[in-house]
């Protein structure tokens, strides 16, 4: 079987990826790199999830500040209002 140029390989379906590499695993032998390629691609995997999750987390955390601040502006402003109105 021939490999894909370059351009026909970014057109592949994650499908037909997964369907050629099944196919050609009963006619291939590994080495070591394979698997250490895989554990390469598992550490990514995971690290890509522990990155999103911070990014989640820090967008909560935004979010928490943002509403921290205008409960402390609003204040602000309504301590001005008093002292303006009562004349302190």
């Known amino acids: 079987m021939n490999v894909p140029h370059y351009d026909g390989l970014n057109r592949m379906t994650d499908e037909e990826v997964i369907a050629r590499y099944n196919e050609q695993t009963t006619h291939t032998v590994i080495g070591t790199g394979f698997w250490l390629d895989e554990m390469t691609r598992r550490s990514f995997r995971r690290a ?3 990155a999103l999750e911070e990014a ?6 935004a979010k928490i500040n943002m509403w921290v601040a205008i409960v402390a502006i609003v204040a602000s402003v309504g301590t001005g209002v008093i002292q303006i109105v009562t004349g302190s």
């Open 48 to 50: 890509t999830e522990a």
């Open 56 to 61: 989640a987390a820090a967008r909560r955390l």
